[in-house]
């Protein structure tokens, strides 16, 4: 089965300053790539995803860049904020929604002002 | 946007007795749903595929004499928690697809067994 590692496991950054959380996959045959945040509690969000079409995509502060041929994939935060600190984890999925996501171990990331 | 709910939220039960922990799609039908167990400062582990209409489907290692599992409509899942022990306390959480690739969770629920 799939297989996501995930690095670092805590990242503590300035405010202001980037943070970078980077995941490896195993299996070639996954093709859907989602982000997390989630906050203590509370269920895990969206906030950005790729498919294997694509290299690089872009929401505000927030990019995420997939190198298919190396099977690794990277969360780009940009002038990081308070808000920002919370467990990042990334996912790998094959085929869809209908299939299931391999979740990485997560990051804890903590943004001091 | 599509809606999973849970309920309850957070359940304390005694240990050997049983919980009912529910997942609901509010806004959209799904055939299929998705249970995750999260202990803490963990990440989130795929326990079981809840099909409608046919068995769920348990990963390796998930009792499913324990978690029972029932997806009695298109938009109802239910987990059973039986006998539980203080080792199943946790975070669990459903999900549910909609569309090709986004799965929309629900809040989570909170287990803890004394």
């Known amino acids: 089965g799939e297989n996501v590692e995930q690095h670092p496991s805590t990242l503590s950054v300035q405010e202001g300053d980037s943070a970078v959380i980077k995941c490896t996959y195993s299996?070639?045959?996954?093709?859907?790539f989602p982000w997390y945040k989630q906050e203590l509690g509370k269920r895990p969000q969206l906030i950005i995803d790729?498919?294997?079409?694509?290299g690089e995509k872009k929401d505000q502060r927030i990019a995420v860049t997939l190198n298919k041929t190396a099977k690794h994939f990277s969360l780009h935060i940009t002038e990081t904020q308070p808000e920002d600190s919370a467990v990042y984890f990334c996912?790998?999925?094959?085929?869809?929604?209908?299939?299931?996501?391999?979740f990485g171990k997560g990051t804890m990331l903590l943004v001091s002002p | 946007g599509a809606v999973v709910s849970q309920h309850p939220s957070w359940v304390i039960c005694k240990s050997g007795t049983s919980v009912k922990i529910e997942c609901r799609s509010l806004?959209?039908?799904?055939?299929?749903m998705f249970w995750y167990r999260q202990f803490p400062k963990q990440s989130l582990m795929l326990m079981a595929t809840?099909?409608?209409?046919?068995?769920?489907?348990?990963e390796q290692g998930v009792e499913k004499d324990k978690f029972l599992i029932n997806h009695a409509s298109l938009t109802l899942s239910t987990l059973t928690v039986t006998s539980a022990h203080p080792e199943d306390s946790s975070f669990y959480i459903c999900?549910?697809?909609?569309?090709?690739?986004?799965?929309?969770f629900g809040p989570g629920t909170r287990l803890t067994v004394t």
């Open positions: 996912a790998a999925s094959m085929s869809g929604g209908y299939s299931t996501l391999t």
């Open positions: 806004d959209f039908q799904a055939t299929t």
């Open positions: 299996d070639s045959a996954s093709n859907y």
């Open positions: 790729i498919r294997s079409n694509v």
């Open positions: 999900s549910a697809p909609q569309g090709a690739y986004e799965q929309y």
């Open positions: 809840s099909n409608e209409g046919s068995k769920a489907t348990y």
